[in-house]
T-cell receptor, first 111, second 116 residues
Framework: EDQVTQSPEALRLQEGESSSLNCSYT??????LFWYRQDPGKGPEFLFT???AGEEKEKERLKATLTKKESFLHITAPKPEDSATYLC????????????FGKGTLLTVNP | GAGVSQSPRYKVTKRGQDVALRCDPI?????LYWYRQALGQGPEFLTY????????KSGLPNDRFSAERPEGSISTLTIQRTEQRDSAMYRC??????????????FGEGSRLTVL
């Protein structure tokens, strides 16, 4: 069974304090690894897709990386508006329309 | 509309009643997905359509759950004889065809179902 595990469950940072979120996955025949951001009361919002080990994607203060077993979302010099739940998801080849999500990491950035 | 629209946003029903949840996807998006999200959890796949064809319904929990998309646009998720364990946020998402390859799904704000 495909599994996606995120850690930590919650992370509290001071503004400007860089850190990383972890997503480990057990997916046979990984097709893609995805990161989403979810604000309270809203639906998930797409951030990145990674397809192969060694790949990196960047957007503003966020950078996502992928290895054969895990993905990291690095947050550099975060701001309070980066506070949200960050969800990791994976799909497998042959049923790549079906995303298996982790439980998410709740990030709080204090001013 | 500009985004995926779901209705009702909130539904409270009594155990045993049937409920219908509606999803209006982004115009031009041929793929439509239903997910269920419990509090503190990530979304869980329920079913998937390309145009009007239901391609995969393996995530539907049991035969009380069904979904349709008769004209390839608006979709309805129906839960018959609701039970308390059905209480959750039901989220619809849409994408361009092949959108799942890129992982770029556009989610609606969801329909929160509470079964008393």
């Amino acid at each position: 069974e495909d599994q996606v595990t995120q850690s930590p469950e919650a992370l509290r940072l001071q503004e400007g304090e860089s850190s990383s979120l972890n997503c480990s996955y057990t997916v046979s025949g990984l097709r893609g690894l995805f990161w989403y951001r979810q604000d309270p009361g809203k639906g998930p919002e797409f951030l990145f897709t990674l397809y192969s080990a060694g790949e990196e994607k960047e957007k503003e203060r966020l950078k996502a990386t992928l290895t054969k077993k895990e993905s990291f979302l690095h947050i550099t010099a975060p701001k309070p508006e980066d506070s949200a739940t960050y969800l990791c998801a994976a799909s497998r080849g042959g049923s790549n329309y079906k995303l298996t999500f982790g439980k998410g990491t709740l990030l709080t950035v204090n001013p | 509309g500009a985004g995926v629209s779901q209705s009702p946003r909130y539904k409270v029903t009594k155990r045993g009643q049937d409920v219908a949840l509606r999803c209006d996807p982004i115009s031009g998006h041929v793929s439509l997905y239903w997910y269920r999200q419990a509090l503190g959890q990530g979304p869980e796949f329920l079913t998937y359509f390309n145009y009007e064809a239901q391609q995969d319904k393996s995530g539907l929990p049991n035969d009380r759950f069904s979904a349709e998309r008769p004209e390839g646009s608006i979709s309805t998720l129906t839960i018959q004889r609701t039970e308390q364990r059905d209480s959750a946020m039901y989220r619809c998402a849409s994408s361009l065809r092949g959108g799942a390859n890129t992982g770029e799904l556009f989610f609606g704000e969801g329909s929160r179902l509470t079964v008393l």
